[in-house]
């Protein structure tokens, strides 16, 4: 299994967090990765962690895409973020609408994630690979499927290189959108998201705020786990390891990887991948 892969990660709010995600990565760079992303908080929070963390993955001598989002911003804001982003020696991005801290009204300029792609490009040129979300299983915020699938054409229109998707459990998911998006015209390589399964209520959580669906088997076999660790893991592990399986089979152009800041399961599904 020869596909590119690449890993992302969140910035550590502490010191020895810093630590812990550094040995992370040192273990998936093993991986040869393709490049590593870095998530940004709602309304920018962590951009200085984010910035921060792209610059350490740069330092070590690995390609960083930083998370991107641009509401509440305005075009003079993302536009010193780019410049900036420019000179640190970033070539990704993965441009996002994004979410605003709670509280806040919507303000900014821009009002979509396909404004922002295109005003990257406007603004940039080429100058910048850049990465948008995909939903397989529709966005959570969408008034339809339909219109999900158009906002999504539009970001391509807009500019984007390629799309990341949301994790998902379903192949038929993914092989269905990226089948309706090529209908819409919008043709760039459709990278699934796949997080790992280490924890069912952490899984659980997750799902639940982003809108990921975890089919009722899974559901089900997790809740009768209980606190059995060992299980849950070997579980994830068989169920994410067929997954990927049926992805590849489906001609996935390679595999973005939600380590949580972890890196034992990633390690081992690319291991099993690699056999």
Known sequence: MGLPLSFEFFPPKTPEGADKLRAVRQQLYALQPEFCSVTYGAGGSTQQGTFDTVKAILTEGVDAASHFSCIGATK???RDQLAQLKTMGVRRLVALRGDLPSGYGIGGEFQYASDLVAFIRAETGRDFHIEVAAYPEVH??????EADLKAYAAKVRAGADSAITQYFYSADAYARFVDEARALGADVPVVPGIMPITSSTQLMRFSDACG???????????QAYGDDTASIKAFGLDVVSSLVERLVALGAPALHFYTMNQSAATLELVRRLRA
């Open 212 to 222: 990921a669906e975890i089919p009722r088997w899974i559901r089900l076999r997790l």
């Open 140 to 145: 959570p915020q969408a008034r339809s499927p």
């Open 76 to 78: 003079t804001s993302v």
